[in-house]
């Protein structure tokens, strides 16, 4: 099976004051430089997401096509030129290539210029391009600002799990777990969502420290049955939009079991609201 896969990370702070243009996703700031096609094949093994999602298709009876990978350091908005362009070389792609999958190594807490949901924009946008039969898999940061629309469009989103961030290109990994899931299945998996009503301070979120770190062990205690996976996004509040703020999902086989679990950790979140502040 065709699998493509592209990088479009960018974590938005509308308060700052520079934008993160063109040129600063071809320099990469703190993260490799923009990469194209199969030069994007040397960044597995290094500790990212695309590095861990490389790192698990090695050997599978899959065609995987790279196309390109950017990122720009945290700052304001993503100019519209940055952003239209690097989504038409996505788009592009993605209507010569077919593919049968789709793998994407994004943020989640994206804004442009013209656009506050950069990641649901660009999911809304292949989606229209592959339909409903091919599955969207994306990997996500823990800051990401998780919208209905991302959730809508993709078959499954994965994120991180540490801040300070060193479980990049395991996330990666997981999202190749599910998307071969989907591949060699060929069933979806049932989703369920549960947005939390307050917002998390970054310094709140260290999960060196609790309530992080017990609310993730706590989350990886429910992943069993019929569960594939849960992931908790305490959000980018800085990003400042309106769906900005921390969220609860899932994936799994079982409605009910699903629903349950993430009402658990929604309540478990919730309860120590004083202890996130």
């Known amino acids: 099976m065709k699998v493509l896969i592209a990088g479009f990370q960018h974590e938005t702070n509308t308060f700052a004051p520079s934008k993160a243009d063109w040129d600063d996703f071809v320099q990469g700031g703190g993260m490799p430089c923009m990469t194209h096609g199969n030069d994007i094949f040397d960044l597995k093994g290094i500790n990212i997401p695309v590095g861990g999602f490389l790192e698990a298709m090695h050997g599978k009876p899959h065609q995987i096509f790279p196309v390109i990978w950017a990122a720009a350091s945290p700052s304001a908005h993503v100019t519209k030129n940055a952003f239209e362009r690097i989504t038409l070389v996505i788009l592009k792609a993605i209507s010569d290539i077919q593919p049968d999958a789709v793998y994407l190594d994004i943020h989640g807490a994206m804004v442009a210029e013209h656009v506050n949901d ?158 996130w502040w």
């Open 118 to 275: 950069g990641e649901g924009e660009l999911l809304n946008r292949i989606r229209n391009i592959v339909g409903q039969s091919v599955p969207i898999v994306g990997s996500l940061d823990l800051h990401a600002n998780v919208t209905q629309l991302m959730l809508e469009k993709a078959d499954a989103l994965v994120s991180y799990r540490t801040y300070p961030h060193v479980d990049m290109a395991e996330t990666g990994e997981r999202a190749a777990f599910l998307l071969k899931q989907f591949m060699e299945g060929g069933n979806r998996f049932i989703k369920f969502s549960k947005r939390i009503p307050f917002l998390i301070p970054l310094h709140g979120q260290c999960t060196d420290m609790e309530p992080a770190s017990l609310t993730y062990d706590y989350l990886k205690s429910l992943e069993n049955g019929s569960i594939k996976s849960m992931s908790f996004t305490p959000g980018f509040p800085a990003a400042d939009f309106p769906e900005c703020g921390a969220l609860v999902w899932g994936y799994g086989t079982n409605q009910n079991e699903l629903e349950s679990k993430v009402y658990s950790l929604t309540d478990h979140i919730n309860e120590r609201e004083h202890e």
